[in-house]
């Protein structure tokens, strides 16, 4: 079955403008084409049904939800519910001082924060329709397993006396929750007003992230990336690319799709998504309101060093993975 958003592009690229497929302008233009529509389409419907979902979950839910859960049950619920909800690193702060008053341990916190960036269920969605179910998977699995490990190292080193004075003087108490319409027409208003708050937020990393992808696809010659692609060091080289990145999950998609067709390995793709959605300057600019220098190199140490474990380990397993090629 031909892809409607493939078959538009060509159609405009090649058939009314005249581009050539084997010029580097004619390459960008149509992935860019076909990308733009195909994420807008995708992220709409997504986060209509999500947020139709979801119409009742809110960040002080999430607090008391783990609140007075075993270790490993409030790790695991940290964790899944970090994967599920849609906070990003501009809630990290009032996030942090909810569960430190909550009495959360620091490092089912940290669990909570490295999950809930990272694995976003739209973009887990825009990978499996734009580079399979078999990718978007994997993902998923590495993304789940990182935060789970990457919490209970936090923890090891006790964050807690790193924790800002003021972050331990605050009381937020018990929030009372606006009572909301559960009618089909509240959740509607409520899904079609998640849509129009998260596409205005992020359109523009959408069209930079599809310009950055099309370029990367149109312009960097396949020899170029197929010799330093399986080199060792593209690993840690891709992880520490994606850290100065303003982008989130969302807006990487279609810079990891250029990636793969143009024979970036998978580890080093999967690698480089990691840090653009869970390592980026503005997510660790705000936590550094909340938690010193020595708590926060600690956090991004580890990261990092778990997204190249992981880059490395899927590259070395890539022969035996069953995933799609790319289209």
Not at 25 to 46: C, E, R, T, Y
Not at 177 to 190: A, I, K
Request: charged share 10%.
């Amino acid at each position: 079955m031909t892809d409607p958003f493939q078959w538009f592009a060509d159609w405009l690229v090649y058939g009314v403008l005249g581009l050539s497929a084997d010029t580097p302008f004619g390459a960008s233009l149509n992935f860019f084409v076909m990308d733009i529509p195909k994420i807008f389409f995708l992220l709409v419907v997504v986060i209509y049904v999500m947020g139709w979902l979801r119409a009742f979950v809110s960040p002080e839910q999430v607090r008391n939800y783990i609140r007075g859960r075993s270790r490993i049950a409030a790790r695991s619920t940290a964790v899944g519910l970090g994967a599920l909800t849609p906070f990003c690193s501009c809630s990290s702060v009032p996030l942090f001082i909810g569960f430190v008053e909550a009495g959360i341990p620091l490092g089912i916190t940290f669990s909570f924060l490295i999950a809930s960036p990272m694995i976003n269920q739209v973009a887990v969605v825009l990978l499996a329709g734009i580079l399979g179910w078999q990718v978007a998977l994997l993902y998923v699995l590495a993304g789940l397993t990182l935060a789970f490990i990457g919490g209970m190292v936090m923890e090891r080193f006790r964050p807690e006396r790193w924790v800002e004075d003021y972050v331990w003087k605050i009381h937020m108490g018990q929030v009372q929750l606006p009572e909301r319409d559960t009618s089909l027409l509240g959740r509607h208003l409520y899904a079609w007003g998640e849509v129009t708050e998260i596409v205005r937020r992020i359109w523009k990393w959408i069209f930079l992230g599809v310009g950055v992808g099309a370029l990367f696809y149109g312009y960097i010659p396949g020899h170029w990336v197929e010799s330093l692609g399986d080199h060792w060091l593209a690993v840690p080289a891709a992880v520490l690319l994606g850290i100065p990145m303003y982008s989130n999950a969302i807006g990487v998609v279609p810079v990891a799709e250029a990636m793969l067709l143009k024979g970036v390995p998978l580890g080093t793709t999967l690698a480089f998504m990691m840090s653009v959605a869970a390592l980026s300057l503005p997510e660790l600019l705000i936590l550094r309101k909340v938690i010193r220098w020595p708590a926060l190199i600690r956090f991004v140490g580890i990261l990092a060093v778990s997204f190249m474990i992981v880059g490395w380990l899927f590259n070395a397993l890539a022969p035996w993975l069953p995933v799609a090629a790319a289209p």
